[in-house]
């Protein structure tokens, strides 16, 4: 964007009035940096006049005080010995003449003898210079700057030699001239504010410092600026450079002595830069802003104007551009009055916007035009080709539709079936562009008024072609009701078959005009090409369904039977699973149809065949065979015995009676059965065999089962005899519990009992559990048996409970069947309350075995949590042998696993099981659970599971399960 902006028209302008502007800005920077360098110039010469002046002020002092001391030194005081009277002698001249630090006298070994200011009692001064250097040419001596021994104060010291008549050296007379002198040149001279003068000795040894400050006097400045400056000045110049105070001076460096033999001092005197450049600067800023405004002024006239004379036209001439670029034909560009090269381009431009415009709508006309035939012509090859692959009408009449709104644009599309003879219409098929079916779709409701759009063509038997709604009350009452609000053209079309409407093609369009006379050629060749579809699909339909459907029963017949079975013998060897085939007959059907009537003996087919079909599992097969035979193909059957069990289910659907003409049938079957691969391994053998065998078992007994098998035969004989055993064995109370004792391992006393079902059938005699528990699961008698358990161990717990048995606890097996049941929980609870149980005092243990637990675990868990809650202990029977997951195990709320007796036979003889207990134990024991261990027979077994650390166990070691009054008297007893 920014990018942009500098390249408009508005930015170059403001961009030529900046340049006009930089010649007059650098001329104001060049004078400013010309003055600068005249300020700095006219600093450094005042410094460095101000240095100079201030050597030249010494030279003369020198001068003077050579001439003073020349005096000095031929007056008898200083002769003297005395050195008390000489010592006032000095003080007095000193106070005439305030200019000098100090006077003294030094002999010749270097003892000042006498000092015009007080002095220590010893004060050698044999060390400096100008002492050595009087002494040694016996004339007078410039020393070098430095700190008296006795003033303190920063001085330069002069010394004059006195003489005996033989011109020996009796001794030196001295003089202190201080630097304060310098303090009044630089009054005199008035320097800036910030000026600084400062002394330095050749080692860069601050002797002075004016103004002063504490801290400088005497200390080295080498390494700084201003020590550089000095040194790269050789002796006298000019630098601006920061001072020892960090502010930025233009300095002026001089010598302030130069005699023979003495060290040179230099004095600085520096003025601040800022004061130095502050006239300048102010100047420079004034014209610097003086120049801005004028500037922005300049600036600000030129905005205005090219706005106002330039921009303004040009924008509105680039919007209509834009707006040509995007699309709006109708774009044009306001022209000024006035003329000018911006209005002739305006005039240029609206010229061939026009232009292109009308190219356009001829261009547009024609693409439409091309477009809709071009979707015609993709909606007739759609239905052909749909034609080849559908081999439905509905389907064939719902993909029209499809076709007609997703590649013909069209805004609705629907086909309705039409009765041939009663005229009765059915919606099988619409299209919308739209999402959601549309209400009131024309023709949807029966018999509507005869006015209607479908009406009309079954009654004048021809299309309706409407191009404009809007001009047609009626069709635009159709176009509110059809939920399709801005529908402007209808197109209506009969279809046929055979010379006789069969459908109504209903087509509808969002723009007025839509169909023009080439369409509607073509959607003529659309709607016959449909009825040629629908024709040839009916016909072909009804051989592929005589061809494979009982037409009494709509079931598949012996044909598609036979694919059927052959598809589950491949998939059978591929898997290595069974198959089985089942062949069902109706008993006396001829009887039915002689005596009843054949109406009612099909009525009585068709009830059966209603019967077997809800009977089988998804990917079975029935079919009918011939007149009253019914065939089922079992797939995926895991085993033999798997089949005898669904054969028996499917069986035990069929009513006894049905219904026909309102009149009770007693009705029976017979059912033979042959398996994959052990009846054989074609689907033409297993058929003859399974008819064999169902002509067999009709020979004995009603409703009876039988298979070519002998075996399976033998097993599903029995196997139901023992379920029709078995259903009444609850009536017949021939089912009792008996209780096996739970043993602490510490204590050898009874803790618990296991409450086992026992069955005593009065036809087959004792039946062990491990027979009849699992057809109880499968036929699902194992839930009012389970029941019937859970109310007799609660109430013989509540019996024991009041005769004093409070410690013993009774562990009752539930299945998973019973824990899938919605109001098991609440069925639980009734019972304990209906008997009086409290599984506070006595709980009830409920046990889950572990592989049945695993199968359904979310479901266990609400069901034991509920439990719990309860009060009542869980344990898991049969713990090693199923599938274990410690996970889950860690989140179920149990108390106990039972460890199966599979584990406990072969201890102590086997370490593999002695491992695999000590391993089950500790695992519990890290989980905080309880351990029984099942099937304890021996005291060897025993004293290895008490040494394991087992809690309790099971087994005939302490005693066979028994019924109630036969384990009453071991309570309380150590075994």
Known sequence: ????????????????????????????????????????????????????????????????????????????????????????????????????????????????????????????????????????????????????????????????????????????????????????RIAEAELPPGSVITVVDPSLTVLARFPEENGWLGRSIRGSALATAIQESGGEGTA????????????????????????????????????????????????????????????????????????????????????????????????????????????????????????????????????????????????????????????????????????????LAAVHRVDPNSQARKLVGWANATAGEPEGLPGSKPRQEEHGLVEAVLREDCEIIVNDTGTDPDLLRWEELAGAPGCRSAAVFPLRADQTIVGVLTLLADEPNFFDAEELRLLRDLAADTSLGLQYLDRGQRVEYLANYDTLTNLPNRTLFADRLQQAIVGAKQDGNNVAVLVAGVDRLGEINAALGHHVGDTVLREIASYLSSAICEGDTIARLGSGEFGIVLADVPNPERVATRANEILTQIPQTVLADGEPVFVTLGIGGAIYPMDGESGATLIQNAVQAQQAAASTVANTLGFHSADINQQAQEKRQLEHELRSALERNELALFYQPVVDVQRRVIIGVEALIRWTSSTLGNIPPSTFIPVAEETGLIKPIGEWIVVTAAQQGQCWH?????????????????????????????????????????????????????????????????????????????????????????????????????????????????????????????????????????????????????????????????????IEPLFGRKL
């Open 240 to 411: 601006e450079t920061v001072g020892l105070d960090r502010v930025k001076r233009l300095y002026a460096v001089t010598p302030l002595q130069d005699l023979p033999g003495s060290r040179r001092v230099f004095v600085t005197v520096g003025i601040p830069s800022r004061v130095a450049y502050a006239a300048v600067d102010r100047g420079l800023s004034r014209n610097l802003i003086t120049l801005a405004l004028l500037g922005l002024l300049t600036l600000a006239a030129t905005w205005w104007g090219s706005d106002a004379f330039v921009l303004r036209q040009i924008r509105a001439l680039l919007a209509a551009t834009r707006r040509l670029g995007a699309g709006d034909l109708s774009a044009r560009a306001p022209v000024a009055v006035n003329r000018g090269e911006i209005s002739e381009l305006g005039h240029s431009f609206n010229a061939m916007a026009a232009a292109i415009q009308e190219r356009d709508t001829d261009i547009t006309a024609h693409v439409s035009r091309i477009g809709r035939l071009n979707r015609v012509y993709a909606v007739l090859s759609g239905i052909n080709s749909a034609m080849l692959r559908i081999r439905t009408e509905d389907e064939l009449l719902r993909e029209l539709c499809r076709i007609a709104v997703e590649d013909g644009g069209l805004h």
């Open 1 to 184: 964007m920014a990018s942009r902006r500098a390249a408009s028209l508005r930015a170059r302008l403001l961009l030529l009035v900046m340049l006009a502007v930089l010649p007059a800005l650098g001329v104001i920077l060049y004078t400013g940096l010309q003055q600068r360098r005249l300020a700095a110039s006219e600093a450094r010469q005042e410094a460095m006049r101000l240095g100079r002046t201030i050597a030249a002020d010494q030279h003369r002092l020198i001068l003077e005080t050579r001439q003073f001391l020349s005096l000095l030194a031929q007056l008898d005081q200083v002769h003297g010995s005395d050195s008390e009277s000489c010592s006032r002698f000095l003080a007095q001249l000193r106070a005439r003449d305030e200019r000098f630090a100090n006077l003294g006298v030094i002999r010749a070994d270097g003892e000042v003898t006498c000092s015009a200011v007080p002095m220590p009692d010893s004060v050698n001064l044999a060390d400096r210079t100008y002492f050595r250097r009087a002494v040694t040419s016996r004339d007078f001596a410039v020393g070098d700057h430095q700190i008296g021994r006795i003033t303190g104060e920063a001085t330069v010291n002069f010394g004059y030699p006195i003489l005996d008549p033989q011109q020996r050296v009796l001794g030196v007379v001295y003089a202190a001239l201080p630097l304060s002198w310098i303090r009044e």
């Open 802 to 966: 009041q005769s004093g048995f409070e410690d013993i606890r009774i562990n009752v097996n539930v299945s998973v069947d019973q824990l899938r049941e919605g109001n098991f929980v609440e069925r639980v609870t009734t019972i304990l309350r209906e008997t009086g149980f409290d599984p506070q005092f006595l709980s009830l243990g409920l046990e889950i075995t572990e592989s049945e637990l695993m199968e359904n675990v979310q479901d266990a868990v609400n069901a034991i949590v509920q439990f719990r809650e309860m009060g009542l202990a869980i344990y898991i029977d049969d713990f090693g042998t199923g599938y274990s997951s410690l996970s889950y195990l860690r989140q179920l709320p149990i108390d106990t696993l039972k460890i199966d007796a599979s584990f406990i036979r072969d201890i102590p003889g086997d370490p593999d099981a002695v491992a695999v207990v000590r391993a089950i134990i500790a695992m519990a024991k890290s989980l905080e659970l309880r351990t029984i261990a099942e099937g304890v027979e021996t005291e060897e077994q025993f004293s290895v599971l008490q040494q394991l650390g087992c809690d309790a166990i099971q087994g005939y070691l302490f005693g066979r399960p028994a019924p109630a009054q036969g």
